[in-house]
């Protein structure tokens, strides 16, 4: 993985953690992890093929 990559992946984990304690575990979701983090839905997929990852 490239910096860039590594940058990406890292802003969505800090994005889970938000969604996390804003809205709790029931409310992550790909599109809530992404907006919280500015990016594309479709990019959580790319990088986490599945939630529990």
Do not use: C
């Amino acid at each position: 993985m490239g910096p860039e990559t590594s940058e990406t992946r890292a802003a969505m984990m800090d994005a889970v953690e938000v969604v996390m304690l804003r809205k709790g575990y029931g409310a992550l979701t790909a599109r809530n992890v992404a907006e919280a983090a500015g990016l594309k839905h479709q990019l959580v997929y790319y990088y986490f093929r599945t939630m529990d990852e």
